[in-house]
T-cell receptor
Framework: DAGVIQSPRHEVTEMGQEVTLRCKPI?????LFWYRQTMMRGLELLIY????????DSGMPEDRFSAKMPNASFSTLKIQPSEPRDSAVYFC?????????????FGPGTRLTVL | RKEVEQDPGPFNVPEGATVAFNCTYS??????FFWYRQDCRKEPKLLMS???SGNEDGRFTAQLNRASQYISLLIRDSKLSDSATYLC????????????FGTGTRLQVFP
């Protein structure tokens, strides 16, 4: 079975450019999460969706960040304009409606570097 | 102060050793607790849930002390493959969708 799929795996861009990260959750999972991980701050929840609807976006750092989930099998996280402090690993995760409480399945992450 | 605090380590232990990690959380309303494992440059994966009565899964034992607001993970008979970062995770409420991750404790098991 395919796990959570993220693309690209690595992204290097220049400050001011738009960055779009993509995620395909595991089929049948109805919750999708976007996280950011840095050495200093660890893993932080940015936003999550239930049944394609955004439930909590209080972790989104600022208006430069936006996320969408147009259907059950696809989500995007967009940063516009990007800044060097956005450099981090961005993980997408999904959860099954019938799975173990607290178990989220993470994708391999997108390593973003903003120069 | 971070909501979930862990000693970053690294803990360097020989194979076969027993090692314990602690984690403290600041929100007394937290209801659910977990340990995740993250290998170097990989994604986190659920290791085990932490129940009030404590729970064991093979060589791994997790315990919760609500009065002192700390969670522990004990690993017995360490293997080289246990080398990883262990993330302490707390859910603020019964909504376990909103997980708060600690920054992790790194374990290195050497031969």
């Amino acid at each position: 079975d395919a796990g959570v799929i993220q693309s690209p795996r690595h992204e290097v861009t220049e400050m001011g450019q738009e960055v779009t990260l993509r995620c395909k959750p595991i089929s049948g999972h109805n919750s999708l999460f976007w996280y950011r991980q840095t050495m200093m701050r660890g893993l932080e929840l940015l936003i999550y969706f239930n049944n394609n609807v955004p439930i909590d976006d209080s972790g989104m750092p600022e208006d430069r960040f936006s996320a969408k989930m147009p259907n059950a099998s696809f989500s995007t996280l967009k940063i516009q304009p990007s800044e060097p402090r956005d450099s981090a690993v961005y993980f997408c995760a999904s959860r099954s409606p019938t799975g173990i409480q607290g178990e989220q399945f993470f994708g391999p992450g997108t390593r973003l570097t903003v120069l | 102060r971070k909501e979930v605090e862990q000693d970053p380590g690294p803990f360097n232990v020989p194979e076969g050793a027993t090692v314990a990690f602690n984690c403290t959380y600041s929100n007394s309303a937290s209801q659910s607790f977990f340990w995740y494992r993250q290998d170097c440059r990989k994604e986190p994966k659920l290791l085990m849930s932490v129940y009030s009565s404590g729970n064991e899964d093979g060589r791994f034992t997790a315990q919760l002390n609500r009065a002192s607001q700390y969670i522990s993970l004990l690993i017995r008979d360490s293997k080289l493959s246990d080398s990883a970062t262990y993330l302490c995770v707390v859910a603020r409420s019964y909504n376990t969708d909103k997980l708060i991750f600690g920054t992790g404790t790194r374990l290195q098991v050497f031969p």
